[in-house]
């Protein structure tokens, strides 16, 4: 496993401080937030996604995910959000990142797998890959599976397992990750104070079943990138993220295979 942190635990601090944390605090990379805010969204020139890129590995990082906003699987005309999509897909190859992180905010699977297959002679070409978040009203590993298989895009496509989400929503981990099967390409790892509570906690003050996701993640062998989603940018009263990324890292370093 590979330790990111997300600019959402930093909002208003810019891409510089988000490099000063994320190397000052031993991670290995940094997943963006698409947001004008954030000074990172598909709106860059080239020569300022050229900055960006060089900025992060210039500091020895690299860039985990983007984390954009698309809804994927949102009621509605499909071309706004296929151009969204791919708009979003072309930052990440222009800038390095594997993947951008798309939310379901629908319940029809096949809404969101007929515009993820839209996208994917595009994703195949750029050689990146849309995650979908087991988030909002797909917030379970069996629901985000559904989708997937639907879109039937393996080498395009993936899913972010957000340990929180599928937990309070009655899913117990082990049954995400056997839901999530293959599919599984990103994890974003936090702790919360309840399932009916979401407010963001130390890692092991709260609810999430933190160690058992871990120990089956480390019995399945997964290396990939987890991310620490700090979410100060909705909860602005709690701790800045660098008191909580000691925590995140040692939960990596307890469950890495």
């Given at each position: 496993?590979?330790?990111?942190?997300?600019?959402?635990?930093?909002?208003?601090?810019?891409?510089?401080?988000?490099?000063?944390?994320?190397?000052?605090?031993?991670?290995?990379?940094?997943?963006?937030?698409?947001?004008?805010?954030?000074?990172?969204?598909?709106?860059?020139?080239?020569?300022?996604?050229?900055?960006?890129?060089?900025?992060?590995?210039?500091?020895?990082l690299e860039i985990s995910a983007l984390a954009g906003y698309v809804r994927v699987c949102e009621p509605g005309p499909d071309e706004p959000v296929v151009e969204a999509l791919l708009a979003d897909l072309t930052l990440?190859?222009?800038?390095?990142a594997p993947g951008v992180r798309v939310f379901p905010r629908g319940e029809d699977p096949a809404v969101g797998a007929r515009r993820l297959k839209a996208v994917s002679g595009t994703a195949r070409e750029l050689g990146?890959?849309?995650?979908?978040?087991?988030?909002?009203?797909?917030?379970?590993?069996?629901?985000?599976?559904?989708?997937?298989?639907?879109?039937?895009?393996?080498?395009?496509?993936?899913?972010?397992?957000?340990?929180?989400?599928?937990?309070?929503?009655?899913?117990?981990?082990?049954?995400?990750?056997?839901?999530?099967?293959?599919?599984?390409?990103?994890?974003?790892?936090?702790?919360?104070?309840?399932?009916?509570?979401?407010?963001?906690?130390?890692?092991?003050?709260?609810?999430?079943?933190?160690?058992?996701?871990?120990?089956?993640?480390?019995?399945?062998?997964?290396?990939?990138?987890?991310?620490?989603?700090?979410?100060?940018?909705?909860?602005?009263?709690?701790?800045?993220?660098?008191?909580?990324?000691?925590?995140?890292?040692?939960?990596?370093?307890?469950?890495?295979?």
């Amino acid at each position: 496993m590979r330790l990111a942190v997300s600019t959402l635990g930093m909002p208003g601090e810019g891409l510089d401080r988000a490099i000063e944390v994320a190397t000052v605090n031993g991670c290995q990379g940094l997943e963006l937030r698409l947001h004008p805010d954030t000074g990172v969204h598909s709106g860059l020139t080239g020569q300022q996604r050229r900055s960006v890129r060089d900025r992060v590995e210039q500091a020895g990082l690299e860039i985990s995910a983007l984390a954009g906003y698309v809804r994927v699987c949102e009621p509605g005309p499909d071309e706004p959000v296929v151009e969204a999509l791919l708009a979003d897909l072309t930052l990440a190859a222009d800038l390095g990142a594997p993947g951008v992180r798309v939310f379901p905010r629908g319940e029809d699977p096949a809404v969101g797998a007929r515009r993820l297959k839209a996208v994917s002679g595009t994703a195949r070409e750029l050689g990146v890959r849309a995650l979908v978040e087991t988030h909002d009203l797909m917030a379970t590993g069996a629901a985000v599976a559904r989708l997937l298989d639907e879109a039937a895009s393996p080498d395009t496509t993936g899913a972010i397992w957000d340990l929180l989400h599928p937990w309070r929503n009655g899913e117990a981990p082990a049954d995400t990750l056997a839901a999530l099967g293959p599919h599984l390409a990103y994890v974003q790892v936090k702790d919360a104070v309840s399932a009916k509570n979401t407010t963001p906690v130390p890692m092991w003050t709260g609810s999430v079943p933190l160690d058992e996701a871990g120990d089956l993640l480390h019995g399945a062998g997964y290396d990939g990138w987890v991310s620490l989603e700090w979410e100060r940018t909705w909860y602005p009263q709690v701790a800045p993220v660098e008191e909580i990324l000691p925590g995140a890292s040692a939960w990596v370093r307890r469950f890495a295979p």
